[in-house]
């Protein structure tokens, strides 16, 4: 079964619906529903894991201007090809580029050389929105949590995203010719995570959702990158990240005990739609448009890819499925969950190792620490 159902012509046009028809918007509101909550018991350690979580991230800071070498030199063509040697959709565009009747059928290497910078360039914004959306779900968290010692530990996070969105954006800004706006599909998945009113839905579309997928791309991008600046910047990056997705699991594992088969039925569904709204993101439609290629077609040959040349793209999902077992989300009432994933041909994750007990791996080695 492939990751979108392609026979359905419906879902390339829904695809392609949703468009970022503002693109000099510079600000954007959405109503955030839920209450703060004040907590009087202060107990810390009471639950050690955060705890824990918590001691780790006070001793793991960096600063984004000190430790990383903003005078390198950045080649965007050379880092785009070296990124594009990682990612399959990448070799699958340069076949259409011989394939008769393709849309890019008269690309020569100045088209894909701009296409390969354009790529990259809608990758690094999207991850850099991304980021900001962290920093945004992270200040909700530490209102909304009822446990003090998860309001310690997301008021770390805040920091590290910041950080995050910093070191992305100023990378962007000063070693990449281009850059993109918010895809909508990504803006319509962090304002339905603001939008809604129960707390542990933050924790579910940010920690385990987004950020989930963010630490398996930049584990992939870091992997192919040999690229100073950029490298150790991912790095660094993931150290944060491994923690985010960790207090996620930690934190939902305790929470989900508690609810109904009803309450979980909500948080398997709500965990889906996050699943298919990132995937359309890396439909990257507006790299289509800004390149002057037919997007509708592009779009259908791309969902069309032969099943092994899609494992990249699902591959960006090996973080999601784990979490989203040790959570009791795959097999929860009848294993809807389980069923969607066996469809969207990313089951095979399942038993990959989880976050909860990964972070130590991504921990940053003493001597790396400045
Ligand atoms: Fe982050
Ligand atoms: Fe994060």
């Known amino acids: ?93 340069r076949g259409l580029m011989t394939s008769p009747g393709s849309p890019i059928a008269s690309w020569g290497d100045k088209e894909i050389q701009q296409y390969e910078i354009e790529t990259f360039a809608h990758r690094l914004s999207q991850f850099t929105h991304g980021e900001q959306g962290a920093l945004v779900c992270t200040a909700k968290i530490v209102e909304t949590v009822p446990w003090i010692d998860a309001k310690y530990y997301a008021a770390t996070q805040v920091v590290d995203e910041a950080r995050h969105v910093e070191v992305f954006s ?24 603001m939008n ?15 950020e989930g997928l963010a630490l398996a791309a930049f584990g992939f991008m870091h992997q192919m990158c ?21 207090f996620g699991v930690l934190s939902l594992q305790e929470y989900y005990q508690e609810l109904s088969q009803a309450e979980i039925q909500d948080r398997q569904e709500f965990a889906f739609e996050a699943t298919i709204r990132m995937r359309d993101r890396f439909l990257q439609q507006e790299v289509w448009d800004r390149m002057g290629v037919d997007t509708k077609s592009m779009i259908r040959i791309i969902l069309d890819m032969p099943e092994e040349e899609k494992q990249f793209q699902q591959m960006l999902f090996s973080k999601i499925v784990p979490n989203c077992r040790k959570l ?41 620490k400045a």
Do not use: C
């Open 1 to 93: 079964m492939s990751l979108v159902d392609s026979d359905n012509s419906e879902s390339i046009d829904d695809i392609l619906a949703l468009t970022n028809v503002d693109v000099d918007e510079v600000f954007h509101a959405v109503q955030s529903n839920a209450d703060a909550i004040y907590t009087w018991d202060y107990e810390k350690g009471a639950r050690l894991g955060l705890e824990k979580l918590y001691e780790k991230a006070k001793g793991s800071q960096w600063n984004g201007q000190t430790d990383l070498d903003w005078s390198t030199d950045v080649d965007p063509e050379r880092v785009a090809a070296e990124m594009s040697g990682s990612d399959q959709r990448s070799q699958f565009v």
């Open 170 to 193: 100023q990378y962007l800004n000063t070693k990449w010719p281009s850059d993109y706006p918010i895809s909508v599909h990504l803006r319509a998945l962090l304002d339905d995570i």
């Open 196 to 210: 809604d009113s129960r707390w542990d839905m933050t924790y579910l579309g940010m920690q385990i959702m987004v």
């Open 226 to 246: 040999t690229e100073p600046l950029l490298k150790k910047l991912l790095r660094y990056v993931m150290a944060d990240e491994a923690r985010h997705v960790a």
């Open 328 to 368: 009791g989300l795959l097999d929860a009432g009848d294993g809807w969950l389980r069923e969607r994933y066996q469809e969207i041909g990313i089951i095979e994750f399942e038993h990959h190792l989880d976050t909860g007990v990964e972070y130590e791996v991504f921990d940053l080695p003493v001597e790396e």
